[in-house]
């Protein structure tokens, strides 16, 4: 049965990957992101079955608008995944208030105004997927604020799906492991390639680590959102490994 699945940070990586992925399995699919031109590019491409609107998470109102527009166009929806998040390597003790804020206001701030703005929406049965990191856990340095946020991410996710248990709309985060676009490397890409060094220099190397692709990953959405009705999870953990 065909779904409304809401993806935020749609316009690039996992969020425009998994938005490929529901369209072409029959689902509608709606692209939020920041950028109203890049996302309306990939809604173009992907087809009549995903719809673009612009959405700054870390604004309320920003949100607001973008929820109200959905629900002009879809009465109900069915999933929102919460996937727009920002990661840069700083040190604290160097961090601008612009890096702070951005971390913490749309990695952990904007999934909790979506959350509020989306549950009136989702039907019984729906489900909040709330992507989350494996430096939730780990005291990666440089990425003290964002592993912060995710961490955050996680408590909030595990909270909230008490929260709606008797609304029957199921709350997951899902830790991803480091991933890349398929047939992209850590040198062959000068954006890509600065931000391994940044890390690098913080002691954290991708180059060095196993990396899935967006595409792959996508299964695991696949199959968090199409579980048994009676099954639930609260949390999920996938990392790439070496070939």
Sequence with gaps: MARVIVITGAGSGLGLALA??????????????????KLEGA?????????????DVA???????????????FP??????????????????????????????TNLIGPILCARAAIP????GGHILNVSSGAADMAFPGLAVYGASKAGLERFSLSL??????QNINATFVRCGQMIEAGATWDNDPEIARRAA??????????KRASSTFDSVTDVFRTLIDLPADFAAAGVTVRPRAG
Aim: with cysteine.
């Design 20 to 37: 490929r992925r529901f369209a072409r399995d029959g689902d509608e699919v709606v692209l939020l992101g920041r950028t109203l031109a």
């Design 43 to 55: 809604a173009t491409a992907i087809g009549v079955r995903a719809a673009a609107i612009a959405c």
């Design 161 to 166: 799906r008490r929260e709606l248990e008797a």
């Design 59 to 73: 604004s309320p109102d920003s949100v607001r608008a973008a929820f109200a527009t959905i629900a002009a166009r």
């Design 76 to 105: 109900k929806i069915d999933v929102l995944i919460n996937n727009a998040a920002v990661v840069e390597h700083f040190d604290v003790a160097e961090a601008t208030d612009e890096e702070i804020l951005a971390d913490v206001g």
């Design 121 to 124: 929406l989702i039907n019984r």
């Design 198 to 207: 940044i890390a690098a220099s913080h002691g954290i190397d991708p180059r």
